[in-house]
């Protein structure tokens, strides 16, 4: 893992400045997640970068994204020896020590299989020293195991061998262990604190009796010379050189915290400062100067607090990410570098929050206000006091808006606010008057306008308003004119988005009617639609947002069809949609920012785009999103470059250039894999040379040659989001994107060996490979194509021998004929039928080569309408291999393989073309063609002529 000091001093500074961001961020991790039981006591995390987490129930393994857990299985000697976990310890290299409640447990990351180490019963005067309650080090590197019976050093040899209680009849229960500078070991018993002396190896005396506090039972830490212990009433500060202690109970002081002060675990936060886990009180941040300290607790009405207010455990990793388990609640986690977004949404009691949480519509005017538009009226929210002033509309007041539910906003030059509203037309709004002003109907038009869910302004003053049509309007001269005045079809142009790009080109987005142009000097319309056709044409035709960057590329959000970008050089559409990096295909708003990166809102939350390195970033609510579900039309960027975008519960407010996300990549690791067509749940392991984390190939029999494989980046911070790609080494040259998914389907893989690489998308200095190599059938080894060989040396022996044989007869039978003409004068029948005999012999090896393209023709042939029928599958019914395959067509037709089936293929089509069987559309289909524009090419260049023309 990487580590960066300065970085890491930054964070925790950040961390701790912001006590009520602690407090409101927490993310949980439960049983719905994957975890075995909901009480979290020991954490880890291990030097291959996996967080580890001991439970009431298994031991759970956490990479990011999924748990695995290990149990206790009946049956199995190299499974865990309880499901109870106390204590974890790293020895090296990712291969850990495991305290249960029954004995210890060595866990071989390799194998993923535990070696079990049980006490003799003639070592133990009672069952607790089974429990294994803590693990530790000592200065020389033996193992120390305290259990519910005194404290034991473990000997490979020799085994667990007693160290305390040493001389006594009394049981020991340890509950924590600590080492100090000098190496010395601190134990932490029910009833006492102990010193181990490093050098002389022995006891001191008792230093904390029962006299000190009622009794022991929590964590132990050592911090310079200070040794602080968790208590039932606090926790106690205990100076190692003056042997002075300190108690702090947290009673009495200022937001003290009610109920019991029971301290459970304690670990270090900062040089300054300590974490604190109680039981009850939730998590505390200690000052250890000041004695102060900040409580966190589970809040029955904020979802992201702490859940569960007993904390059986605190660990804090080297990137800052904060770990709390807890009693009942499952794992917590706090991350301190996490991007925060505002959020503003109605707060009950707050008159100067939102008068309702469904926002559509979103301005900043020219004063500064700020106008949002919801179901339940209008909010101006003032721009130096902050007061929110909601506006609504009353009946028999034709001076109020004519309707609360608000769908569009626009300022025009004379600093007059334009509302369209969903049911009640078009309203304007004089600031200085507070009147509104109501429109059925625009100046000099006779259609109502009911909807209106898009308005902007032109460079000249004009009001561009959409609806169930588009209009302009200029509010000086009150001069209207109505554009796309006929339906089309059974439905009139309904309008959802406007944009002007830089030469007064008005940009249309409609619900049904695609993507429209408007060259507003002269009134042309351009219309660009779906074309299933047409792979670079609009990708669907019901366009939400629109939106031009600096190079006068038209970002295009649709309603299922993703995001779509318009190059007007060509007048084409490139897409992006769930199939290359989105997690949602309907895109409700879409602003650029000053960098040019791409910021879209869909049912899947906030992303940020980075076209040129095509990287996808997406925010969620545990970054501050209002909801991952935004709204249509909501979305605005301020003059001053602040971004708005508006959902279902409130809207979010941001500057682009103040979010960081980070783009560095950590350890990517394959987690598991799977055989689709296993009916025989056959272990896994036996294709694996290591557990698949280590493992270096992955072998498989010819017939499990389709396998998905599971992989995880070990990241456990929410500013991390990546898109993954893949390379299949030795098989397929390219990168293939996999957008977030994390897993990865191989069919059909050959025999032989090839090597699977998958990164980050762009991302070339991590990474993960494995080889995985597929075996041939027994038909296909190398033995066998020995024995081939050997049966073709011995079958052509024999062929050269007949024939030899055969020319040694003919020679002896022309001899005979010779005589027999000298003595009877006669050639005729004996020749004859000598030659005639001769020429059926050629004439067999000629019909074998015809006998094998009849064979490739027929097979073409029956699976002619199939559009997978390909090279591979052709190989396959031909028993043949592609390269022989390939030189026997190429011998008898001129023609590679593929062109031979795509010839086959096209002679068909020319047939149903001549008896008009169909279009060229089904006939394109029914000889395999899925694409018709590439089907008419193939057809034009064997035919000289494209389909439609075919008339032979």
Not at 128 to 155: M, P, R
Request: net charge neutral; charged share 25%; glycine share 8%.
């Amino acid at each position: 893992m990487r580590f960066n000091l300065v970085g890491y001093i930054y964070l925790l500074l950040s961390f701790y400045g912001n006590g009520q961001g602690i407090q409101n961020n927490f993310k949980h991790l439960s049983l719905e997640d994957g975890l075995s039981q909901s009480s979290v006591a020991p954490i880890i995390k291990d030097s291959e970068g996996f967080m580890w987490f001991g439970t009431e129930d298994g031991l759970n393994r956490y990479d990011g994204s999924n748990f695995k857990v290990y149990r206790h299985q009946p049956n199995d000697k190299e499974s865990l020896s309880n499901s109870y976990i106390l204590s974890i310890m790293e020895e090296k290299d990712g291969f850990l020590w495991v305290g249960t409640k029954n004995g210890l447990n060595y866990f071989n990351p390799n194998t993923e299989k535990f070696q079990r180490f049980l006490q003799n019963s003639k070592n133990s005067k009672n069952s607790g020293s089974q429990s294994i309650t803590s693990l530790e080090k000592d200065a020389d590197g033996n193992l120390l195991v305290g259990t519910g019976n005194g404290l034991y050093k473990y000997d490979a040899t020799l085994g667990f061998i007693p160290i305390l209680p040493s001389n006594s009849n009394e049981p020991y229960h340890v509950v924590s262990t600590a080492k100090d500078k000098e190496g010395n070991l601190w134990v932490h018993t029910t009833e006492t604190l102990e010193k181990l002396n490093y050098k002389n190896g022995r006891f001191s005396e008792p230093i904390i009796q029962m006299s000190f506090e009622k009794s022991f039972d929590g964590d132990l830490l050592f911090d310079e010379q200070y040794l602080w212990v968790a208590t039932d009433k606090g926790i106690t500060k205990f100076n190692t050189k003056t042997k002075a202690s300190k108690k702090f109970n947290f009673f009495g002081l200022q937001n003290s915290i009610k109920g019991s002060t029971k301290i459970f675990c304690v670990r270090k936060a900062t040089n300054e400062k300590l974490w604190l886990g109680s039981i009850g009180n939730g998590l505390i941040l200690f000052d250890k100067k000041t004695g102060s300290f900040q409580n966190y607790v589970h809040d029955l009405n904020n979802r992201r607090s702490l859940s569960s207010n007993a904390v059986g455990s605190v660990f804090q990793d080297e990137t800052g990410i904060l770990w709390v388990g807890t009693i009942s609640g499952g794992i917590n986690k706090y991350d301190p570098n996490q991007t925060k977004f505002e959020h503003f949404k109605k707060e009950p009691g707050n008159e100067n929050s939102l008068s309702d949480n469904s926002v559509r519509a979103l301005l900043r005017d020219r004063d500064g206000d700020l106008w949002v538009g919801t179901h339940k009226g209008l909010n101006r929210i003032d721009a130096s006091s902050g007061n929110n002033i909601v506006y609504t509309s009353t009946l028999g007041k034709p001076s109020t808006i004519s309707s609360n539910v608000v769908r569009s906003l626009a300022e025009d030059s004379d600093g007059t606010i334009w509302i369209g509203t969903w049911d009640h037309g078009l309203n304007s709004f004089d600031k200085k008057s507070g009147i509104f002003k109501r429109y059925y109907t625009l100046p000099g038009q006779k259609d109502s306008i009911n909807h209106v869910p898009a308005l902007t302004t032109d460079i000249h003053g004009n009001l561009w308003v959409g609806a169930n049509g588009l209009w302009k309007y200029d509010p000086r001269t009150k001069q209207s004119k109505r554009y796309l005045t006929h339906k089309k079809g059974n439905h009139q142009y309904y309008i959802r988005s406007l944009c002007f790009d830089k030469k007064s080109i008005l940009w249309i987005g409609t619900n049904e009617n695609g993507l429209l142009r408007l060259d507003t000097s002269s009134g042309a319309f351009t219309q660009f639609l779906h074309d299933p056709a047409e792979p670079k044409s609009l990708a669907n035709n019901s366009v939400v947002s629109l939106a031009l960057d600096k190079q006068g590329y038209l970002w295009s959000g649709t309603y299922g069809g993703g995001l779509n970008i318009f190059d007007p050089s060509n007048e084409s559409f490139k897409h992006y949609d769930t199939r290359n990096g989105l997690v949602n295909d309907v895109i409700y708003g879409i602003l650029i920012d000053l960098q040019g990166f791409v910021w879209f809102t869909s049912n899947a939350g906030l992303c940020r785009f980075d076209s040129k390195n095509e990287v996808f970033n997406y925010f969620g609510t545990e970054y501050g999103i209002q909801s991952e579900e935004f709204n249509a039309g909501a979305y605005y960027q301020s003059d001053s470059g602040e971004f708005f975008f508006g959902g279902i519960n409130g809207y979010n407010a941001f500057y682009p250039l103040s979010i960081k996300k980070e783009t560095k990549t950590e350890k990517i690791v394959f987690t598991s894999f799977e055989l689709p067509d296993d009916r025989n749940n056959l272990d896994l392991n036996t294709f694996l040379d290591k557990n698949i984390s280590r493992a270096e190939r992955i072998s498989l029999p010819y017939n499990r040659n389709t396998i998905t494989i599971k992989f995880a980046e070990l990241n456990y911070s929410n500013n991390l989001d990546h898109n993954y790609e893949y390379q299949l080494l030795g098989n397929d040259e390219q990168w293939h994107n996999l957008g977030r998914k994390q897993n990865i389907t191989l069919s059909g893989l050959n025999p032989g060996s090839s090597t699977l690489w998958v990164r980050a998308h762009n991302d070339s200095t991590q990474g993960a490979s494995i080889k995985i190599a597929v075996s041939p059938p027994l038909w296909r080894t190398n033995w066998a194509y020995a024995a081939y060989l050997l049966a073709v040396v011995l079958v052509g022996t024999f062929f050269f021998r007949n024939r030899r044989r055969f020319e040694q007869r003919r020679r002896e039978f022309e001899l005979k004929i010779t005589n027999w003409e000298n003595e009877n004068g006669s050639t005729v029948t004996p020749k004859s039928t000598l030659a005639i005999s001769l020429q059926e012999k050629d004439e067999e090896v000629v019909s074998m080569d015809q006998k094998f393209l009849d064979r490739a023709i027929q097979i073409v042939e029956e699976n002619i309408g199939d559009s997978s029928f390909d090279v591979e599958k052709f190989k396959d019914e031909m028993f043949m291999s592609r390269s022989k395959l390939h030189r026997k067509l190429k011998s008898a037709t001129g023609n590679s393989t593929t062109e031979f089936i795509r010839l086959i293929r096209l002679k068909r089509a020319a047939q149903l073309l001549k008896g008009n069987t169909g279009t060229v559309t089904e006939i394109a289909y029914k000889v395999g063609f899925e694409n018709v524009g590439y089907f008419s090419k193939c057809f034009s260049e064997t035919f000289g002529v494209p389909p439609s023309q075919y008339n032979p």
